[in-house]
């Protein structure tokens, strides 16, 4: 049984027994208050419920280049307005966190539940595709989901993707617990220890990762199943005989499971044996894939990486690289219309280097098109670089900006454009601005590394000696890892 559905169990069966004792004679208030405390600190816990590739699948269009999503429309707050809103009114906040291939929470709603939605919560939805920096924000570790927030922006619950009869359940209970027992909460948010940042040296992190390893099926952690391709290369590159065994291994494993075809990488599988891929494909995570094969020396893999992207990511006329697909239930693949910049410098960085290390034509005209393309659509012109290039989104995110320059930097040198590097220096710039700029910033990492082989060294040092970041965020840990290694080399 789900954990979310054996807690709404216990719960109703806690509030049954108290109706019954109530019948008979007056009820002990005190047991009350404890079973309400309890039930806060039950919400308040993030619940994962694993989704299945035949609900993702069933929601998708059959062909279409807009995705059509089963959420009805509410009337939605905006994000900048909604704090403000929320305490002029002093009612609770609602997130709701979706986007194509997880959304669906708030299909056929009822007249009870869209008042919630509009009426008893200030309600934002939230894309973390578009908006990486707002989920961040929010600590949100899946979607869909839903967050629950005080009137100041504090977060009280969280339920990621929750079932969908459950939800107007849960949104009667936040709403009830905000008005009867709003001191309650505010206490038990108060009491909330923060997140801790830590930063392994190079043997805690090979030790943390190997103590991870699935020796059964190979690859990290699970159940479900990720590349964690940052992670596999770190291992190779610590020159650890069993460390590299392993990751051959796996990588042997990976190549002969469904998640690979025509060329591209499906995003996880549902399964530790990696036999249920995930309907999704996205160009980030192929990207780092694709650095490590480079170095495994995987060239025939690696040229049809290159044709897959020709074929099924790059606008050809354009030179835009698109970053997600999701998969139909007929099999047809819908290419997510938005330009994520992150995805598509990644990507690009990756072609530069095949264009040089494999003489690939194909490589150096889509790197060729590809820069063009994010020098006029996604960098204006103080530098401030757009996260989606050709919609609505965040701006100005030190990823975004470190990764921009790495690749307007790489290909400067390849071109032999000095204008690029200037704009690359200017881009730096305008990340370096930001006035929240905190540790644990993702960006951090390629800041670094930029500065490491394009600009200042001794900045690089500067930001790998104070680098921290949360002990469970295994891409981080890798890449600073993989910095660490690499220090008096040319790449990351």
Known sequence: MPALSLLGTCILERLDFMRAEKARRRPNYTIIFLLFCFWVWSCNQQVTIRDTSTKLSERLPESSSFWLSQ??????????????????????????????????????????????????FVSVRVD???????????????????INALPDGRVFARAIDIPTDKVEQYLLRMDVAFKKRKKTLVDKVTEQPKSRLTKYSISELQ???????DSKDKGLFGPQKFFHAAALTFLRQTGDSEAIAFVEDTIEVLLASPLWEDGSFR????????????PERDL???????GLLIEMEHWGLIEKWISYV??????????????????????????????????????????????????????????????????GKCVD???????????????????????VAIALSNWSKKSSNGSLMQLANKIIQAGNEKKNMNLGDEGLVYLAYWHWNYGEQSRAKQIINEARYRSNDVRQAALWGLLNLHMGQSKL
Request: contains cysteine.
């Open 71 to 120: 959420d009805l429309d509410f009337t939605w707050s905006t994000w900048d307005r909604a704090l403000e809103v929320s305490q002029k009114k002093d009612i609770p906040l609602l997130y709701y966190v979706a986007a194509p291939g997880c959304d669906g929470l708030l299909e056929n709603p009822s007249l009870l539940l869209r008042s919630l939605i509009e009426k008893n």
């Open 128 to 146: 973390p595709f578009t908006h990486p920096d707002r989920a961040d924000h929010l600590l949100v570790a899946g979607c869909p989901a839903l």
């Open 207 to 213: 030790l943390y990762l190997m103590e991870s390893v």
């Open 267 to 278: 995003l996880f599988s549902y399964s530790p044996d990696w036999q249920h891929p995930a």
């Open 284 to 290: 980030f995570d192929q990207a780092e894939i694709i």
């Open 310 to 375: 020709n074929q099924s990511i790059a606008d050809p006329e354009s030179g835009a690289l698109h970053g997600r697909q999701l998969q139909s239930a007929n099999g047809e693949w819908w290419t997510d219309p938005n330009i994520y910049v992150d995805r598509m410098a990644s990507s690009l960085i990756r072609l530069i280097d095949l264009s040089e290390i494999m003489d690939s034509v194909l490589a150096r005209r889509l790197a060729a098109k590809g820069i063009d393309y994010i020098v």
């Open 381 to 403: 012109d103080s530098g401030s670089v757009s996260h989606v290039c050709n919609a609505e989104g965040a701006t100005n995110l030190l990823k975004d900006q470190a990764l």
